[in-house]
């Protein structure tokens, strides 16, 4: 079965004067929809304002430049709105139904850039993450009747029409310097910034660390790489697929799936996506610069199985399984777990 795991370009949907917003899309790299995960790009310039809305999707937002971004979160089980702070760094949880709006106060002068990755399992278009907002020409309110809105919000004819047309822009808008939407957040992002900063390469959070991951149903890993630095072979054990955002450097990342066969063996280079669907096998070689990628589960309490390292499936099973399994001599063996013994990760 031939896969092409590394996805194609994203396709912009939208680009206007507050910002953009691409996509990766299913029609341009079809594994992305028969994995059922989503992948999209979301950018705000200063002053930049992403209207009110939620999805058909849960997904995880990783932001990567920018320090004056602020977010408004209303969770589906919550009447209290959350505004949260965000820069460099920080990740936020959305689950599925969670209606949010973005802003960029320009305090930095750079825009704000964010990338969802997260499950499209339940989506009306797998792959794709589906959007419904509550303001902008393509908003809810403006689809319904006037005598409807009139009616469920007690207003008068020229009430509704203010209501439901004073927007005339979709999606991104740019605001003025002078809002006050800046001033809003209370808190820092809903799920913080990963600790890589003391020494480790890799930090991961399920849903038993982090109750808004569990409700979204996702599980993220954030690794940090030196050159030539190895990351895996790991395989899920469940079954949840995996997408991988390269951060920033590349590397070398090879796929194993079906009857032993190499999917994919090509170098991922910053701003690519990757799909390991369900059960395959992925490892990563860093490049002469580093890597530093995020990868989102599809599983809130992901199964996650080493293939080399202490941890390994090679190092519980009966030696007298692996000889014959393998096919090598007792002393043989002995080195080769002699050796797993030895590697650190």
């Given amino acids: 079965m031939e896969m092409e795991l590394l996805a194609r370009p994203p396709v912009k949907a939208f680009d206007g004067e507050g910002g953009s917003y691409s996509a990766w899309s299913p029609d341009e790299s079809i594994i992305i929809g028969e994995a059922n995960v989503g992948a999209a790009k979301f950018v705000l310039h200063p002053f930049g304002f992403g209207l009110p809305h939620y999805s058909d999707s849960s997904k995880v937002g990783f932001v990567l430049q920018g320090t004056g971004g ?129 020494g480790r390469s890799t930090v991961e959070l399920t849903g038993s660390e982090v109750p808004l991951l569990e409700q979204a149903g996702l599980s993220v890993q954030w690794v940090r790489l030196d050159a030539g630095a190895l990351l895996g072979p790991t395989y899920t054990a469940d079954t949840s697929a995996r997408v991988m955002y390269m951060v920033g450097g590349s590397g070398r990342v090879e796929i194993v799936g079906f009857n032993g066969k190499r999917c994919m063996a090509e170098v991922v280079k910053e701003g690519e996506v990757v799909v390991v669907p369900k059960f395959f096998t992925v490892a990563a070689v860093a490049g002469e610069d580093g890597m530093e990628c995020v990868t989102v589960t599809t599983s809130p309490r992901h199964v996650v199985k080493e293939l080399a390292g202490k941890a390994s499936p090679w190092k519980a099973m009966s030696p007298e399984a692996l000889e014959a399994a393998l096919n090598v001599s007792s002393p043989f063996l002995k080195c080769f777990l002699s050796k797993i013994d030895d590697l650190s990760f």
């Avoid at 209303?74 to 689950?95: N, Y």
């Avoid at 969802?116 to 419904?132: E, V």
């Avoid at 303001?135 to 004819?157: C, D, W």
């Fill in 70 to 198: 602020v977010a408004g979160v209303l969770l589906p089980q919550s009447a209290e709105e959350r505004v949260v702070k965000l820069k460099k760094g920080d990740m936020i949880a959305l689950p599925v139904g969670t209606i949010s709006w973005w802003f960029n106060d320009g305090q930095d002068n750079s825009d704000l850039v964010i990338v969802f990755l997260g499950s499209t399992s339940n989506s009306y278009i797998p792959g794709t993450f589906t959007y419904f907002f509550l303001a902008g020409p393509q908003s809810i309110l403006g689809g319904f009747s006037p005598e409807v809105t009139r009616r469920a919000y007690n207003m008068n004819k020229k009430e509704v029409t203010e209501l439901t047309e004073s927007q005339p822009h979709p999606l991104i808008v740019k605001l003025n310097a002078h809002t006050g939407i800046g001033d809003l957040a209370k808190t820092e992002a809903i799920i913080g910034r990963p600790l890589l900063e003391d």
